[in-house]
């Protein structure tokens, strides 16, 4: 249903939120311009896990993990092709300073609310029966497990953990170890999705391959002018809403319209490794908890078909970068990443940088699992830069602001946030008598596997990635 007095929204920036943002309101009825600087969708920082509870964030608050469950679910909802659906298992190493029973209070609290989403809408329940939400397992359980045989299609948590008892060293972790419904996502499938949804409403135009360089508003319409180049041509639009959606550019957009703000941006990174001597075997994600910025950080192992890997290791000499991290200043609202960083974006990664880290990677998970320390680099890592509103770079749940009239500010930190943000900009859309709220945009369209599939490996393909990123592990039981 479209709105017989469309209101024109620009959306600057073709990332999660600026992708998502489009779709929403494009069902919604708007009228809606993207403007993305790449040829594709959702080409920003990599992003590879459903946060359902921020289990691996001990850090942050409960109330952070109960956002980012109730974030995940909708996100979920709203895009469940992109959902690989396999759990997270949670080891803490024997040189922790923490153990696992600590985990323990949250994840019973994060079960019981779990149960109370369901409650409120049985449609919530798409992380499985709450009472399996998590699972614990002793080192004798392990053992027994040790000597099965492992399956190709795992159906249970016993059939999930058996490569985990087989793979990882048991004198390296603590007891137990934790199994939860945090599923996968991809990030191929969903450029791909969006991208597909998007061009079959008629209210939304998408410039690819296209730069905003200046805004202006116009005092006597109230409307903002933008002016973009594309294809070596300078044109000017003019719309009624703005919509700030360019991530670790943010910045560079509150430059041109003289609004406050106050945020970070850290480059991260995270490596592709092929094991090929364990292509036909499934694992689950592993998580190995450890301090941040110490030779003991986090380490991640996260699965993709055909024995690919990506990898993170929370250490100044793998994802982090001493440097990384910064602010804006007094004068621009853009934080300053050094050159070597925005040469990474823009341009390319050297070689002898990506065998190093990624093998350092590979190092740094061999230490609890062992055998994969017969694994080689896969490919160039997936990297990005992303923006943290505020001054606290433990930061996880964050949606949007509105610093002027009429324009919204995107500040999501992790993917799943995005529907609570495109809801805050309806309900300001709203207020203006922009949209009518009795319209649903998170209806889920559905799309064709087979076109969603072969774009989604194109997008791989395209970007230089092996084409099992664009492949889904395993997908839902019926």
């Known amino acids: 249903m479209i709105n017989k007095h469309s209101k024109e929204i620009a959306i600057i920036g073709g990332g999660v939120a600026g992708s998502t943002a489009a779709l929403y309101f494009g069902k919604l009825g708007l009228d809606v311009t993207l403007f993305e600087k790449e040829s594709t969708l959702i080409s920003g920082p990599p992003f590879c896990h459903l946060h359902a509870g921020g289990n691996l964030y001990r850090e942050i608050s409960d109330t952070q993990c109960v956002t980012l469950l109730k974030q995940s679910i909708d996100f979920l909802r709203f895009f469940p092709y992109i959902v690989d659906y396999r759990p997270t298992v949670i080891a803490l190493p024997t040189t922790d300073k923490s153990t696992p029973k600590a985990l323990l209070p949250r994840l019973n609290a994060l079960t019981k609310e779990y149960q109370s989403l369901i409650d409120k809408d049985p449609k919530n329940e798409v992380l499985g029966k709450s009472e399996h939400y998590y699972k614990t397992y002793t080192k004798e359980e392990l053992l027994l497990l040790k000597e099965k045989k492992s399956v190709s299609n795992p159906r249970t948590h016993e059939e999930w953990m058996i490569p985990v008892a087989k793979h990882i060293d048991l004198e390296k972790v603590q007891f137990p170890l934790i199994l939860v419904q945090e599923y996968g996502l991809n990030l191929f499938r969903l450029s791909a999705g969006v991208t597909l949804t998007l061009e079959s409403l008629e209210n939304v135009t ?91 950080g986090m380490g991640q192992f996260t699965p993709y078909p055909h024995g690919y890997f990506q990898l993170h290791g929370m ?31 823009e341009k390319e990664w050297k070689e002898e940088e990506t065998i190093t880290r990624t093998n350092a990677a590979i190092q740094h998970l061999s230490q609890y699992i062992p055998s994969f320390s017969t694994a080689q680099v896969g490919s160039k890592p997936l990297f990005g830069a992303q923006q943290i509103p505020g001054d606290d770079p433990t930061l996880r749940v964050a949606e949007v602001s509105f610093p002027r009239e009429h324009y919204a500010r995107c500040e999501i930190v992790k993917v799943s946030s995005v529907l609570d943000m495109c809801e805050a900009i309806a309900s300001d859309l709203e207020k203006l008598g922009y949209i009518d709220r009795s319209i649903d945009g998170k209806e889920v369209g559905v799309l064709e596997e087979k076109k969603l599939k072969t774009l989604a490996q194109k997008i791989a393909l395209s970007r230089d990635y092996p084409v099992a990123l664009a492949l889904r592990t395993t997908m839902k039981v019926n």
């Open 206 to 296: 998408v410039y690819n391959d296209t730069i905003v360089y200046n805004i202006q508003k116009d005092a006597q319409t109230n409307q903002w002018n933008l002016f973009h180049i594309k294809n070596d041509e300078t044109c000017q639009n003019t719309f009624d809403y703005l919509i700030n959606a360019t991530g670790f550019r943010t910045g560079k957009i509150d430059d041109f319209l003289g609004v406050p703000c106050e945020r970070m941006v850290e480059f991260k990174a995270a490596y592709v490794s092929r094991w090929a001597t364990h292509d036909a075997m499934t694992f689950p994600e592993i998580i190995f908890h450890g301090e941040r910025g110490t030779p003991q």
């Open 315 to 345: 250490t100044n000499d793998i994802t982090l970068y001493e440097d990384g991290l910064v602010s804006n200043s007094k004068v621009s609202c853009q934080p300053k990443l050094g050159q070597d960083f925005i040469d990474k974006i």
